[in-house]
């Protein structure tokens, strides 16, 4: 599989195009049906909605409404619409050229203890995949268990190192570029 900055950055559209139809296609499903699932799905839609109206209503209501708008937009707005993106392109890279058959090298994981504070140890995606009824809370002691069996290029220091070092420095110094295990081809 070809892996460089373009194929990464367009990864979270690929996604979307992909599962859009399938989420629409659930929704249509549980609204027909109008059960419990449906109920929780609206719930959960009319509380976000609900949130951003009212975090919207407080920073107009102390701010004024061109710093209010503009405060909710770069506090709320802009990161929500920008998250699922995040979170998808974290998922391409924690995967990417990594070997799915592999009991040990199936995910590569970021184990900056810094960075993984701020997102629960969701770093630790070997341990995530493995157990994944496990307390995020118990992710960092069953990687540091189980690390010295995990190939070395699968175990990065956070994220943004790995960008740097894949996508800038390995534009110019084949090094850095990461290559697949397992037999998958470059």
């Not at 004024?64 to 391409?92: D, E, K, R």
């Not at 810094?114 to 995020?136: C, K, L, Q």
Request: proline share 4%; with cysteine.
């Amino acid at each position: 599989m070809k892996h460089n900055l373009w194929q990464a950055l367009t990864y979270t559209a690929s996604c979307g195009r992909w599962q859009w139809p399938l989420i629409s296609d659930y929704v249509r499903r549980v609204h027909t049906r109008r059960g419990r699932e449906w109920a929780a799905l609206r719930d959960q839609v009319l509380a976000l909605a609900i949130a951003h109206g009212c975090v919207l209503a407080l920073a107009v209501t102390l701010r004024g409404a061109a710093v209010g708008t503009l405060c909710y937009a770069l506090g709320f707005g802009l990161p929500a619409l920008l998250a699922p993106n995040f979170m998808l392109f974290t998922n391409y890279i924690q995967h990417v050229h990594c070997d799915a058959a592999s009991a040990d090298n199936h995910s590569r994981n970021f184990v900056s203890s810094f960075v993984n504070w701020f997102v629960f140890d969701a770093g630790y995606h070997t341990v995530h995949h493995e157990r994944p009824s496990t307390h995020w809370s118990r992710y960092a002691e069953l990687h540091r268990e189980r690390a010295a069996s995990i190939a070395p290029s699968l175990q990065s220091h956070s994220v943004l190192a790995f960008c740097v070092e894949n996508y800038l420095l390995g534009a110019v110094v084949p090094r850095f570029r990461t290559r697949p295990l397992g037999g998958e081809p470059a």
